[in-house]
């Protein structure tokens, strides 16, 4: 990695420091964001323990990429590295990537095909499930060493995670007693979640992987900030895949925590007015020389031409017309966090569908003529949160209101966010 | 893949065409450290593909491209957006190029070549960092008598990638 000498240096970095305990809130309620949120190691102590290894769903992968029984691949929830497995049953296991003798992280390939996990350092040796099955010596050698009597492998496990699923994508959980995902999502969360992940089966176009130098709740406000799209994305507003006054929505779970926007596509003429509000984001002698960017097949029943969902807390489900992807969200510290990528279509898409797939995906990613802005803005905000003392930011947008709300010009999805973080946090 | 090229071209041929594309990747590398995408484009043939890619997707043959284009209008295209709509930190950028090796060259005159590329970005007030080290893998075909890419894959090893790619490479 070449990006240190930017990020995080822990302590020192972030000049409004605060001592645990002296988390108060400015006037304003959910009006006015503290920079704190975004830049005390406490806060980001309590949020690893509280939100990732607390009573959550995490995405861990897609079962497309593990189809047989023996596949696994590396994942991780917050930053606590994990193996996720198919067993020989079929089951789906996800267990902690750290050798239970002497706590080697030993599964170091991406991804692959193993009948047992072994670390190479002593060869112990745990079947997919993360049950130890193997001890070298374990009787010691002539009568000589070894483990003693009482020693019980199966108190030595790789520990695992409890696991769902639903559609195609597999979720872990440090917590025990979670609830289903449908409950977790709620109906209204689940219908949209649903459209994507439908059932049918998914085929796995590839990877992108980034490192975003800012705090990785700014990645779940970009994409419950419709205002931004609006005003930021040119090439959105200007090749009409997003407007203000669009038929739209920004939708909130009850909970707060959950979100989804959808955007409907217009077709209708840019009136002078609404060029002028949209100041330098519309362009109006712009043209493509090959739109079949812009070009979209229908193929789901809901009315968006987009939906951006934020499933927390660290997933987001892409769907911009035809390219389909996950976002993984992996925390590192309170001023950086990666970016997984997977991006799919269909196994039954034809060749040029998948190729259609494809070539819109120039939309997103880390080159993706939207996505290299919204990694750009969050550095932005990180370097104004740091770089200065006890700021205060104003997400006051659509008044005080919370919860879902019909059009684009709101903040109302941050704040119902963080209702619930304050709430999980303490603070 | 590590296959000498045997057929239609003698040893100083070679050397010749060699040469010829490191001077081709030279041009490229500069209009490129230069910004001029307008003049990237047209080292492209009209029916091209372009792709940059990370290896893990090239090796285990997935399809996506963090760019991905087919044809010199989605060129033109990427160039426009980059130019004309995107905003980004401003910064430097540097692409560094390892010999050509030619491996093979088709009956019909195409040429298949490898060269390793570097690109090292600066931003301001940040010391320069490597954005990606990886490979070309291209297919040359002769237009008009000159030199031009009919197929470049860009595969970075460098996997994760610090914030945004905004350029090609």
Known sequence: MTIESREHSGNGNGRGRHEPGSFAWPDGDLTRMPDWVYTSDEIYRREVERIFEGPTWNYVALEAEIPNPGDFVRSSVAETQVIVTRGTDGGIHVVQNRCSHRGAEFCRTPRGHAKTLVCPYHQWTYDLTGKLIGVPFRRGLKGQGGYPQDFKPENHGLPALNVTTRGGAIFASFAKDMPSIEDYLGTEMLEVYDTVFSGRKLRIHGYYRNSIPGNWKLYHENLKDPYHATLLHVYLVTFGLMRAGANASMMVDPSGRHGAMGATRGSAPVSADA??????????????????????????????????????????????????????????????????????????????????RLRQANLMGPAGFLGIEDSEAIEYVQDGLRRTRDGVAVTELGGREEGTAKHLITEAAIRSMYRHWREVIGV | MNARPQRSASPVQLRELRFEIEEFNAEYANTLDEFDL???????????????????????????????????????????????????????????????????????????????????????ERPSQILQSGQYIDRFVRAGGALRLRERHCVYDSLIIPNALVFPV
């Open chain 2, 38 to 124: 307008d003049r990237w484009v047209e080292f492209f043939t009209e029916d091209a593909f372009y792709r940059i890619t990370a290896r893990e997707n090239f090796d285990h043959n997935l399809p996506l491209g963090l760019v991905y284009c087919e044809g010199r209008g989605m060129l033109k295209d990427r160039a426009l957006a980059i130019l004309k709509t995107t905003t980004f930190a401003p910064r430097y950028l540097r692409h560094f190029l390892g010999p050509a090796r030619i491996l093979d060259v088709k009956d019909d005159g195409a040429i298949e070549a490898r060269a390793n590329y570097m690109v090292v970005q600066t931003e301001l």
């Open chain 1, 275 to 356: 060029a002028k509000q949209m100041g330098r984001a519309f362009i109006d002698s712009l043209k493509l020389s090959d739109e079949r960017i812009l070009d979209f097949v229908p193929e789901f029943r809901e009315p968006w031409t987009v939906t951006m969902q934020t499933f927390w807390p660290n997933l987001i489900i892409q769907r911009e017309l035809n390219t389909l992807g996950v976002r993984q969200i992996v925390p590192r510290g309170p001023h950086a966090f990666d970016l997984y990528w997977t991006m799919f279509g269909y196994e039954d898409d034809d060749d040029e569908m998948t190729r259609h």
